[in-house]
């Protein structure tokens, strides 16, 4: 497909366990964002790649929270552990460049809704 | 305090009524602007930027006002299809997008 692509889109995960998530972005994305929506709020940033470097994390909530994008493409969040409190959906957004001059549109997949029971 | 604060909402308004949806934002280094749209379960879409002589798209209008760190959002004509959370969204140049909370529409026949 064309779009960003996430999976699984649905995820139980019973307290403790440990969970990865997935995003696919558009191909030639260079920029990828996790964000994290809790039910009535709006998306919180979580973390920011470009290619495969990491240039902002500040927003993982814990340390039980990690992203890589190895090869610069594919992106995989990963919840160590998991708590009632991780339960949101997990948001994965690409832009084709994102720099000091010119920020393109950022393309959203549709989520992994994340269920900690 | 929140870098983005919106009006909370939920706005509900009949059909062909305008509604307006205010925001304001923090930090003065913010550079960009956008108003995005989120349905129902669903993920966030772009709806328009904001430019500071602001912009029109269709029934849709926002502007931008620097000094007072405030952007609105207004639509003229409401459709059924309007109902949607409404995010007001502020970035700087290389960061990423920091969202507001949403105002939701409801929009009735």
């Known amino acids: 497909g064309a779009g960003v692509s996430q999976s699984p889109r649905y995820k139980v995960a019973k307290r403790g366990q440990d969970v990865a998530l997935r995003c696919d972005p558009i191909?030639?994305?260079?920029?990828l964002f996790w964000y994290q929506q809790a039910l009535g709020q709006g998306p919180e940033f979580l973390t920011y790649?470009?290619?495969?470097?990491?240039?902002?994390k500040s927003g993982l909530p814990s340390d039980r929270f990690f992203a890589e994008r190895p090869e610069g493409s594919v992106s995989t969040l990963k919840i160590q552990r998991t708590q009632q409190e991780d339960s949101a959906v997990y948001l994965c957004?690409?832009?084709?460049?994102?720099?000091?001059?010119?920020?393109?549109?950022?393309?959203f997949g549709q989520g992994t809704r994340l269920t900690v029971v | 305090r929140k870098e983005v604060e919106q009006d909370p909402g939920p706005f509900n308004v009949p059909e062909g009524a305008t509604v307006a949806f205010n925001c304001t934002y923090s930090?003065?280094?913010?550079?960009?602007f956008f108003w995005y749209r989120q349905d129902c379960r669903k993920e966030p879409k772009l709806l328009m930027s904001?430019?500071?002589s602001g912009n029109e798209d269709g029934r849709f209008t926002a502007q931008l006002n620097r000094a007072s760190q405030y952007i609105s959002l207004l639509i003229r004509d409401s459709k059924l299809s309007d109902s949607a959370t409404y995010l007001c969204?502020?970035?700087?140049?290389?960061?990423?997008?920091?969202f507001g909370k949403g105002t939701t529409l409801s929009v009735s026949s």
């Open positions: 191909s030639g994305h260079v920029s």
């Open positions: 930090n003065s280094a913010s550079q960009s």
């Open positions: 957004a690409s832009s084709l460049t994102w720099g000091d001059l010119l920020n393109t549109e950022a393309f």
């Open positions: 969204v502020v970035n700087q140049a290389g960061t990423a997008l920091i």
């Open positions: 790649f470009q290619n495969e470097a990491q240039l902002d």
């Open positions: 904001v430019y500071s």
